[in-house]
């Protein structure tokens, strides 16, 4: 199994449409991370997700709405998108060090690469 | 308005000539410095780190610099290495030294290009 995992690799929907983006993670770390990225844009954090707990929302539209059910899984469940949500959804975990210090180092999955039509 | 920009967007090196690729952000709270590499297909992997109390870090033929009072960073591969050819991210976040979360803020990337 590799690190972190993402399906379906690729989705096509409609706008009205209800969907969900699968994340599982197999390196027992205890923190998730929903990642946009767009054409010629960074990395834009959407969401935070530390000891299944959301600690941050980076101003989202509620028409993408995660869930954290254990530390090793993730959800983006998607609904009435628009075609400029269009774009990479990267899934990463990492360990957080609540002792202090830590790597800053985030372990991605392959991404799932999402059409709106 | 970006905190951490990559101004070249691509950049062609020969084998075995050394690569510099260049960062820039604007937080001066920002204490953690990271590159990521990024194959077609496959998500980001980390490649090199630096925290603001140093200047300079080293892992075989990669070195990332960091300049904090021109708040730019660079990472330095050589020698390069046709498998090197990939996109480029910098990353950088507050609390790196002992931060809770691993908030990462991302430039665009840069893609590099090493001709055999």
């Known amino acids: 199994e590799t690190g972190v995992t993402q399906t379906p690799r690729h989705l096509v929907m409609g706008m009205t449409n209800k969907k969900s983006l699968k994340c599982e993670q197999h390196l027992g770390h205890n923190a998730m991370y929903w990642y946009k990225q767009s054409a010629k844009k960074p990395l834009e954090l959407m969401f935070v997700y530390s000891l299944e707990e959301r600690v941050e929302n980076n101003s989202v539209p509620s028409r993408f709405s995660p869930e954290c059910p254990n530390s090793s899984h993730l959800f983006l469940h998607l609904h009435t998108l628009q075609p400029e949500d269009s774009a990479l959804y990267l899934c990463?975990?990492?360990?957080?060090?609540?002792?202090?210090?830590?790597?800053?180092?985030?372990?991605f999955g392959e991404g799932s690469r999402l059409t709106v039509l | 308005d970006q905190q951490v920009k990559q101004n070249s967007p691509s950049l062609s090196v020969q084998e075995g000539r050394i690569s510099i690729l260049n960062c820039d952000y604007t937080?001066?709270?920002?204490?953690?410095f990271l590159w990521y590499k990024k194959y077609p297909a496959e998500g980001p992997t980390f490649l090199i780190s630096?925290?603001?109390?140093?200047d300079k870090n080293e892992d075989g033929r990669f070195t990332v610099f960091l300049n904090k009072s021109a708040k730019h960073l660079s990472l330095h591969i050589v020698p390069s290495q046709p498998g090197d050819s990939a996109v480029y991210f910098c990353a950088a976040s507050v609390g790196g030294l002992g931060g809770a979360t691993n908030k990462l803020i991302f430039g665009t990337g840069t893609l590099l290009a090493v001709q055999p």
């Open positions: 630096i925290s603001s109390i140093k």
């Open positions: 937080n001066s709270m920002f204490d953690y």
């Open positions: 990463a975990s990492s360990q957080m060090r609540l002792a202090g210090g830590y790597t800053g180092e985030l372990f």
